[in-house]
């Protein structure tokens, strides 16, 4: 049973930083892409950063050089760490796998609320 949980969210001012965790469970990073999606209110919802089974990662331009995602094996870990966060960024952030033994389904976590004051 594949599960994705997300925790890290909150509301910070401009400038300031955050960090979000995401817990799963039900798969492996071994063979499987893992990563970061949001969505702002009135928007659809876009990629921020994702990490595929290499350890390639493919980062958004709108926060590449601030945002950086690493993924922890042993602990089940997926982290994204959010610097020079800006009114833009506020968003819900879902994380997200891509399992390629479940036939390449996609899943979602409930998401995470991310509130940055100007």
């Known amino acids: 049973h594949v599960q994705l949980v997300e925790s890290g969210g909150g509301l910070v001012q401009a400038g300031g930083s955050l960090r979000l965790s995401c817990a799963f469970s039900g798969f492996t990073l071994d063979y499987n892409a893992i990563g970061w999606f949001r969505q702002a209110p009135g928007k659809e919802r876009e990629l921020v950063a994702t990490?595929?089974?290499?350890?390639?990662?493919n980062v958004a331009d709108s926060v590449r050089g601030r945002f950086a995602i690493s993924r922890d094996h042993s602990q089940n870990m997926v982290y994204l760490q959010m610097n020079s966060l800006t009114p833009e960024d506020t968003a819900v952030y879902y994380c997200?796998?891509?399992?390629?033994?479940?036939?390449?389904?996609?899943?979602w976590g409930s998401g995470t609320l991310v509130n940055v004051s100007s």
């Open positions: 997200y796998a891509k399992i390629r033994d479940k036939g390449g389904a996609q899943y």
């Open positions: 990490i595929a089974e290499n350890g390639a990662t």
